[in-house]
């Protein structure tokens, strides 16, 4: 009776995982595996939360991009984005186009004014009549930037906040995909990445560009911009400060993405040669594994490449509109170059360089962002192909 047993047990074992091989349906299986790893509506909720521009009037879904990901439906034209961009930029261009007017109406009255005071041949009334005009100049132009680096604030912002409600997901998929040691040193990399943005960059990078624009009014007041020296130090501060951000965390995530998949890889090897060496079972088990693992990889690098689509649709439209702040400072700048005191186009030319400063910012964040996720789903992958 004891012999019999056995034998039922060892014939269940050796059909079961085989019949399981065959009738596994992998679509159907990635389906299952998509809802329990991903938490879709946190995301959704962050996305919606967000209440950003979108580049077109449909509803951002995640879950239908990581979907059309996955099934290879997800339709991405560089020259329909290039298109989109050139386009965004010219409307922003347009829309802000009542600021360059109001700056060379100032500029022209400044020069008027100023050309008029000089007639009573007195250097006093004329520089009077300068200050009155340029601290009319200086507030607008205040205002203004006050309204860029507001948008620049909200957008990183919002890039932290969508980053918050991925982070849980997708490195729930890379544990599941084998990478257990990749997740914890990669999710502790991205922890410190995303402090540094929010405590640094938000806190004390962006209060630094806006005093770098007070003192750039103020350096040009007189003849003898006292505060260059300073306004130049603070630039070029701020300058490496997201250079060194940029390099050491690229450099960080490069040099784990050379170790951590090693040490998987060869946990991963082991499990495979352990359950190769099971009797009868073995090769189904191995099977199995690979198709399990396969499909996990795939769910990984689809809401790894969902996540930076977002980041780059989070991004793009506050980036246009910065941009063509930047491109009217140096376009009012070189207009107005001709009938205003060369204090004056310096004081706009160097708020449009500020304005650069704060574009760069941005750009900074999103780049890393991207790399990091970059640099994450590629690595892992290797994980996958070791076995």
């Given at each position: 009776?004891f012999?019999?047993?056995?034998?039922?047990?060892?014939?269940?074992?050796?059909?079961?995982?085989?019949?399981?091989?065959?009738?596994?349906n992998?679509?159907?299986?990635?389906?299952?595996?998509?809802?329990?790893?991903?938490?879709?509506?946190?995301?959704?909720?962050?996305?919606?939360?967000?209440?950003?521009?979108?580049?077109?009037?449909?509803?951002?879904?995640?879950?239908?991009?990581?979907?059309g990901?996955?099934s290879?439906?997800?339709d991405?034209?560089?020259?329909?984005?290039?298109?989109?961009?050139?386009?965004?930029?010219?409307?922003?261009?347009?829309?802000?186009?009542?600021?360059?007017?109001?700056?060379?109406?100032?500029?022209?009255?400044?020069?008027?004014?100023?050309?008029?005071?000089?007639a009573?041949?007195?250097?006093?009334?004329s520089?009077?009549?300068?200050?009155?005009?340029?601290l009319?100049?200086?507030?607008?132009?205040?205002n203004?930037?006050?309204?860029?680096?507001?948008?620049?604030?909200q957008?990183?912002s919002?890039?932290?906040?969508?980053?918050?409600?991925?982070?849980?997901?997708?490195?729930?998929?890379?544990?599941?995909?084998?990478?257990f040691?990749?997740?914890?040193?990669?999710?502790?990399?991205?922890?410190?990445?995303?402090?540094?943005?929010?405590?640094?960059?938000?806190?004390?990078?962006?209060?630094?560009?806006?005093?770098?624009?007070?003192?750039?009014?103020?350096?040009?007041?007189?003849e003898?911009?006292?505060?260059?020296?300073?306004?130049?130090?603070?630039?070029?501060?701020?300058?490496?400060?997201?250079?060194?951000?940029?390099?050491?965390?690229?450099?960080?995530?490069?040099?784990?993405?050379?170790?951590?998949?090693?040490?998987?890889?060869?946990?991963?090897?082991?499990?495979?040669?352990?359950?190769?060496?099971?009797?009868?079972?073995?090769p189904?088990?191995?099977?199995?594994?690979?198709?399990?693992?396969?499909?996990?990889?795939?769910?990984?690098?689809?809401?790894?490449?969902?996540?930076?689509?977002?980041?780059?649709?989070?991004?793009?439209?506050?980036?246009?509109?910065?941009?063509?702040?930047?491109?009217?400072?140096?376009?009012?700048?070189?207009?107005?170059q001709?009938?205003?005191?060369?204090?004056?186009?310096?004081?706009?030319?160097?708020?449009?360089?500020?304005?650069?400063?704060?574009?760069?910012?941005?750009?900074?964040?999103?780049?890393?962002?991207?790399?990091?996720?970059?640099?994450?789903?590629?690595?892992?992958?290797?994980?996958?192909?070791?076995?």
């Amino acid at each position: 009776m004891f012999k019999r047993c056995i034998l039922i047990i060892m014939f269940v074992i050796a059909f079961s995982p085989k019949s399981f091989a065959q009738n596994i349906n992998q679509e159907e299986y990635v389906n299952k595996q998509k809802e329990m790893s991903v938490d879709y509506d946190s995301i959704q909720v962050s996305i919606n939360s967000l209440q950003m521009e979108l580049v077109g009037n449909e509803p951002l879904n995640f879950r239908s991009l990581v979907d059309g990901i996955i099934s290879g439906e997800l339709d991405i034209s560089v020259m329909s984005l290039f298109r989109m961009l050139i386009d965004n930029l010219l409307k922003e261009v347009v829309l802000n186009m009542n600021l360059m007017v109001q700056v060379i109406i100032v500029c022209v009255i400044m020069a008027i004014f100023t050309n008029f005071t000089s007639a009573f041949n007195s250097k006093y009334i004329s520089e009077v009549g300068f200050f009155v005009t340029y601290l009319i100049l200086s507030a607008l132009l205040i205002n203004t930037f006050q309204l860029v680096s507001r948008i620049a604030y909200q957008v990183i912002s919002q890039a932290l906040t969508f980053m918050y409600a991925l982070i849980p997901s997708y490195f729930a998929t890379v544990s599941l995909s084998g990478g257990f040691s990749s997740t914890i040193m990669f999710h502790q990399t991205t922890l410190v990445l995303i402090g540094i943005i929010d405590w640094f960059i938000l806190k004390t990078i962006i209060p630094l560009i806006n005093l770098v624009v007070l003192l750039e009014i103020a350096n040009n007041i007189t003849e003898e911009h006292i505060l260059s020296k300073l306004t130049e130090m603070f630039k070029v501060a701020i300058a490496w400060i997201l250079k060194s951000i940029t390099v050491f965390f690229f450099g960080l995530n490069l040099l784990q993405s050379l170790t951590m998949p090693i040490f998987d890889s060869v946990a991963n090897r082991s499990i495979k040669n352990v359950m190769q060496i099971v009797p009868v079972v073995g090769p189904s088990l191995d099977g199995v594994a690979d198709t399990v693992l396969g499909s996990t990889v795939l769910i990984k690098n689809a809401v790894g490449l969902g996540g930076v689509i977002i980041i780059l649709i989070i991004c793009f439209i506050p980036l246009v509109k910065i941009l063509s702040f930047l491109i009217i400072y140096k376009g009012v700048a070189a207009v107005v170059q001709p009938i205003s005191s060369k204090r004056v186009v310096n004081c706009i030319s160097g708020i449009g360089d500020t304005t650069k400063l704060l574009l760069g910012t941005v750009f900074t964040v999103v780049l890393l962002f991207v790399i990091s996720i970059a640099i994450i789903s590629i690595s892992t992958n290797m994980i996958y192909m070791a076995r």
